[in-house]
Structures are given as C-alpha cells and as structure tokens.
C-alpha cells in the first residue's frame, strides 16, 4: 500500500513539473514572438550603438589608460562602463542609462561616451586620446636602439 501511495505522489510530482516546464517555454515562446514582431523582425533591445572614450583619469604620465564604454540599444537604453585605472590599482564602474540619461549622475567622459554612442560615432571625439606607450617604455625602446 506504501508503494502504491508513493509511486502515485510521484506521478503526481512529474505532471506538475512537466506542467510547470510546459508553461515556461509556452511564456518564452510567446515573449520572444511579441518582441520580434514589435520590431519587423529585429530586438528593439539588442545593443546597437557602442562608444568608446579613452582619457586619463588620474593625470599621472602614464598615459590614457582610463576608459569610459557606453552600450546602447536603439532606444538609449543601456549602461555606461568606466573602469579608471591607475599605476597600482583599478576601479570599475557601471552606471544604468534609459532613454539617453543616465539613472546616476554621469562624469564629463562619461557623458561624451553616451553622446558618442547616441550619434553612432564610433571614433574618437575631441579630446579623447588613444592609448600610447609609457615613458620608461619608449627610454627602453631608445636604449635599444641605441645600443645596435
């Protein structure tokens, strides 16, 4: 009688789990067919636009190795990377962006990373710089030189 109760509890335990699973991919089924066709086929949430600011945070002499990384999808909304690195240690940041503002309040590098995101310009704004090589690198690279 035992058996026959428990063997009963577990058919009972797999309908429900097959029940549940069942509704879930019914749910995903019908989430992904709304999103797909309020947007003729393309996700409105995908990340469309991307900016990338290098700068020197720190105003030491080892270059521009700070960064701000804006995400965007075509609604601007997203987030805004910044990761502000030093000769010992590094920080990173995210900040949420909706609708082109940020959720918090954004630095000026920062800011220049969503306008550059929002206006697809995926080069270097005024006042951005590249990465370049440290000083004791480029004395390293004389020095070789110098010696051959």
């Given at each position: 009688?035992?058996?026959?109760?428990?063997?009963?509890?577990?058919?009972?335990?797999?309908?429900?789990?097959f029940w549940?699973?069942r509704?879930?991919?019914?749910?995903?089924?019908?989430?992904?067919?709304?999103?797909?066709?309020?947007a003729?086929?393309?996700?409105?949430?995908?990340?469309?636009?991307?900016?990338?600011?290098?700068?020197?945070?720190?105003?030491?002499?080892f270059?521009?190795?700070s960064?701000?990384?804006?995400?965007?999808?075509?609604?601007?909304?997203?987030?805004?990377?910044?990761?502000?690195?030093?000769?010992?240690e590094?920080?990173?940041?995210?900040?949420?962006?909706?609708?082109?503002?940020?959720?918090?309040?954004?630095?000026?590098?920062?800011?220049?990373?969503?306008?550059?995101?929002?206006?697809?310009?995926?080069?270097?704004?005024?006042?951005?710089?590249?990465?370049?090589?440290?000083?004791?690198?480029?004395?390293?690279?004389?020095q070789?030189?110098?010696?051959?």
């Amino acid at each position: 009688m035992t058996g026959a109760l428990l063997g009963a509890g577990g058919l009972l335990f797999g309908l429900l789990a097959f029940w549940r699973t069942r509704t879930a991919i019914g749910d995903c089924h019908v989430m992904i067919r709304n999103s797909l066709a309020a947007a003729d086929g393309i996700d409105p949430h995908a990340i469309r636009n991307a900016a990338l600011v290098y700068y020197d945070a720190l105003e030491e002499r080892f270059g521009a190795r700070s960064f701000s990384l804006a995400l965007l999808d075509s609604a601007g909304d997203g987030v805004v990377l910044t990761s502000i690195n030093g000769r010992a240690e590094a920080r990173t940041y995210a900040k949420a962006v909706v609708g082109g503002r940020a959720v918090e309040p954004l630095s000026p590098e920062e800011q220049r990373a969503v306008r550059a995101a929002r206006l697809g310009r995926r080069t270097p704004l005024v006042g951005e710089a590249a990465p370049v090589r440290l000083p004791v690198e480029q004395e390293a690279n004389e020095q070789v030189r110098q010696a051959e």
